[in-house]
């Protein structure tokens, strides 16, 4: 059974600080996403990580995948409070062809404090 | 171009009520899946759908039903409603044969079973 846990799930951060959120899933994997939700909202997809190494950036935030690790993670350069929001890490456990199945982490709730 | 819709987005029951949640979605997506997401647990797949008149069971599956008779079409039927099915509800939808596979999420339906 597929296991995708994350840490912190929770935290608390000031404006122009960095911080990095982890990802640890259990079994091997082709596909990894994050996913933002604001409160209320729906889950908007940041980055997919098809490969061992891979990194995507899109403005202050960072993710990268380290496959033999089973490891993902998601950095924040110089928080700002529009970064606030819930961010989940899922990963696609088909093995190869997705049929959409996602394991989802717990989700870490960040804060951005000015 | 409306994405994947959803409707109600609110929903109260009492328990042993039935009822149907609708998901549509206007992308020709084959693939579509149904998450529960309730506090500190991340979403959980119920169902998914690799295409029209196929279906699966995900992680959560008991006390529900799907069919999918349309590629557009996968609605969630409760079939007697429990408290333990208070949650949101959120469709997701995604493209066959790309190597990103990025699942697209509705809006969510909130649903409480009193």
């Known amino acids: 059974e597929l296991k995708v846990e994350q840490n912190p799930l929770f935290l608390s951060m000031q404006e122009g600080k960095n911080y990095t959120i982890y990802c640890n899933y259990s079994?091997?994997?082709?596909?990894l996403y994050w996913y933002r939700q604001d409160p209320g909202k729906s889950l908007e997809s940041l980055f997919v990580?098809?490969?061992?190494?891979a990194v995507k950036q899109e403005g202050r935030l960072m993710a990268s995948l380290d496959t033999k690790a089973r490891l993902s993670t998601l950095h924040i350069t110089a928080a700002v409070h529009d970064l606030s929001a819930t961010y989940f890490c899922?990963?696609?456990?088909?093995?190869?062809?997705?049929?959409?199945?996602?394991?989802f982490g717990q989700g870490t709730i960040l804060t951005v404090h000015p | 171009n409306a994405g994947v819709t959803q409707t109600p987005k609110f929903q109260v029951l009492k328990t042993g009520q039935s009822m149907t949640l609708q998901c549509a979605q206007d992308?020709?997506?084959?693939?579509m899946s149904w998450y529960r997401q309730d506090p500190g647990m991340g979403l959980r797949l119920i169902h998914y759908?690799?295409?029209?008149?196929?279906?699966d069971q995900g992680e959560v599956p008991n006390g529900y039903n799907v069919s999918r008779s349309t590629t557009e079409d996968f609605p969630l039927r409760l079939l007697s409603a429990a408290p333990s099915q208070t949650s949101v509800y959120f469709c997701?939808?995604?493209?066959?044969?790309?190597?990103?596979?990025?699942?697209?999420f509705g809006a969510g339906t909130r649903l409480s079973v009193l």
């Open positions: 759908s690799v295409g029209a008149g196929i279906t």
């Open positions: 997701a939808s995604s493209r066959a044969g790309f190597s990103e596979n990025i699942q697209y």
């Open positions: 990580l098809l490969s061992n190494g």
């Open positions: 899922a990963v696609d456990d088909a093995g190869g062809t997705s049929y959409g199945k996602l394991t």
């Open positions: 992308m020709n997506h084959e693939y």
């Open positions: 079994t091997t994997s082709d596909r």
